[in-house]
């Protein structure tokens, strides 16, 4: 990986600092950011609920709140269906409580994974007719289920599509209600999550019945939730929610969550993207990877004490087995890449029957990532074949599904995420499709990774002013990455590996002769495990941790490179 790094001019830093009255190291970091305007620069640093766009620039937001308010009017019962992904889950559980506030009669369906599959289907929509369900609202679904829409205007049902996944067809129907970002000419901004989309709504009907926006910003850590799980770009409207949210989460009225938060030892703590991405959010998707989602719904909606703690427990063993069924998945998986041979390698394309369907997504990344390159993970049962794609940038992996959907089932997604189902017979000529399409007309020249880095900066001198500053820039994620920092001349010692293939470790720097802790993700391959007195110039960045009630520096590496003797 090549490293980067441009210096600023040190009288354009200090003129900023002073027109933004912050502090040069700050405006380093924001000038590094393409900042150079005081408003963008307030806006960016004090993210607003206020800022939030309005929800009735989308073209047909006037006929759903039109919809919903009827039906509330008229006593009716409304069924929110969500997905089975933390997305979904919570853009379903929050519109279930911030309609509940408002005296609508609603009720939630999350599918199972292993039973139902993706999207609407006519056997849910004959559950909703017989519990008397009258309007379907979808949340991170439905935008590829045209006949189930028409199937329940048949029962005398109707239903207004929530989603934000790309469309297989080029034009939508007029009298289908859809919200959607990706589809909508004049709502500027185009990537919420599914619960996004799903504010976006409450806003609108909160809005028309002047009802108290208290009410429904109290249970913005949902949404939150949600919105970091599905990895969503962190600007404009996402950075306000994950912000806001992560406020909201430190005194939520969720029960549920702050069981799981004291579980985690999270309570109390200032929590990050990064501590719900890699602790909350699985906990949340296993349910659902093993065929238990609407227990993760549930979740968010319990009041009782035993029923919350056993929701957790559940959890927590569904957790365990998601991760050793990766960890086993992606054995085999990784073996059948090595016998075919990487030399060459321009895509990934492996099936097996005994792989688990709601796992394979999770595994496809991680192969996606360690070989850089587009990923199909296809599990096979009766005939049947469910793949999870995970692609790079370059290949658009749902644009090559639409080319080849004379031949799926279902399929759907977004660019460099999607999935199919699809007769196992028809695998031999998907395959060779994706092989043409990935290797004649959209594979990338592969380049050597660039690693920007916005300051070198010794890791003994940063105290909690430095963090103050970084944490201002925060919340972080795709689009908004974490500031960079280069120190030289360090040494890494006792040093423990963990995780599949031992590629991450933890350990301590030393600078100095002073110790400081470290943990380094998928950097495990780069020590050189014969010299104990090797030298490594480090990229980096701080993170506080609370342990105990105690407080640390603990040092994120990105990449290392040992010094030459």
């Not at 439905?142 to 599509?161: F, K, P, Q, W």
């Not at 399409?437 to 990774?449: D, F, G, R, Y």
């Not at 890494?492 to 993700?521: Q, W």
Request: aromatic share 10%; proline share 3%.
């Amino acid at each position: 990986m090549h490293w980067e790094y441009k210096t600023v001019s040190e009288n354009l830093i200090e003129t900023k600092a002073s027109q933004w009255d912050v502090s040069e190291f700050l405006a380093t970091l924001l000038l590094k950011k393409g900042f150079l305007e005081k408003d963008d620069v307030h806006n960016f640093l004090n993210p607003s609920i206020d800022k939030l766009r309005n929800p009735f620039d989308f073209e047909v937001m006037d006929r759903v709140v039109e919809k919903i308010v009827s039906a509330k009017n008229n006593g009716e019962k409304l069924y929110i269906y969500g997905d089975y992904d933390v997305d979904g889950i919570t853009a379903a559980i929050f519109l279930v409580l911030a309609f509940r506030e408002i005296g609508i009669d609603i009720d939630y369906y999350i599918p199972n994974r292993m039973d139902e599959g993706y999207g609407l289907d006519k056997k849910t929509i004959d559950f909703i007719h017989q519990n008397l369900g009258k309007l379907i609202i979808t949340v991170d679904t439905g935008i590829n289920s045209r006949e189930d829409v028409e199937y329940a205007r048949t029962l005398g049902i109707d239903v207004i599509v929530t989603d934000h996944h790309k469309s297989v067809k080029d034009d939508e129907e007029d009298d289908v209600l859809f919200i959607n970002p990706k589809l909508s000419e004049r709502y500027q901004f185009k990537f919420l999550a599914g619960a996004g989309v799903a504010l976006k709504v409450a806003q609108a009907v909160y809005s028309h019945l002047n009802e108290d926006f208290s009410k429904l910003y109290q249970f913005l850590d949902v949404v939150m939730i949600g919105t970091v799980a599905d990895v969503v770009p962190m600007f404009d409207e996402n950075r306000i929610i994950i912000s806001k949210g992560l406020e909201t989460l430190k005194n939520t009225k969720i029960k549920g969550l702050v069981y799981l938060m004291k579980y985690l030892k999270l309570y109390n703590k200032d929590i990050s993207t990064t501590d719900i991405s890699y602790f909350v959010s699985p906990l949340i998707n296993s349910l659902g990877r093993l065929g238990n989602s609407k227990l993760g719904a549930d979740f968010f909606m319990k009041t009782d004490d035993f029923e919350i703690y056993n929701i957790i427990e559940e959890m927590k063993k569904s957790n365990k087995q998601r991760r050793e069924l990766e960890r086993v998945i992606f054995d085999e998986a990784n073996s059948m890449v090595q016998k075919k041979g990487t030399e060459n390698l321009k895509y990934i394309f492996v099936a097996s029957e005994k792989w688990h369907p709601g796992v394979i997504g999770v595994v496809a990344s991680r192969l996606s990532v360690k070989y850089d390159l587009p990923v199909a993970m296809i599990s096979l049962k009766d005939g049947v074949a469910k793949a999870s794609c995970r692609s790079i940038p370059g290949v658009n992996i749902f644009n090559i599904l639409k080319l080849v959907e004379n031949k799926l089932i279902r399929f759907g997604g977004h660019d460099l995420a999607a999935g199919f189902i699809a007769n196992q017979e028809e695998l031999p000529y998907i395959e060779s499709f994706f092989e043409k399409e990935i290797q004649v007309h959209e594979h990338p020249n592969k380049q050597t990774k660039t690693l920007e880095i916005d300051l070198e900066l010794p890791i003994e001198t940063i105290d909690k002013d430095i963090i103050q500053d970084i944490k201002k820039l925060g919340p972080f994620g795709l689009e908004n990455r974490h500031p960079y920092f280069l120190d030289k001349g360090v040494k890494i010692v006792d040093t423990k590996f963990f995780g599949i293939e031992n590629r991450h470790f933890n350990g301590f720097l030393i600078k100095n002769g002073k110790s400081f802790p470290l943990v380094a993700f998928d950097l495990s391959s780069k020590l050189l495990k014969s010299s104990k007195n090797a030298v490594y110039d480090i990229v980096y960045y701080p993170e506080k941790i609370i342990n105990r009630g105690e407080e640390f520096y603990q040092f994120r590496l990105k990449d290392l490179k040992a010094q030459k003797a």
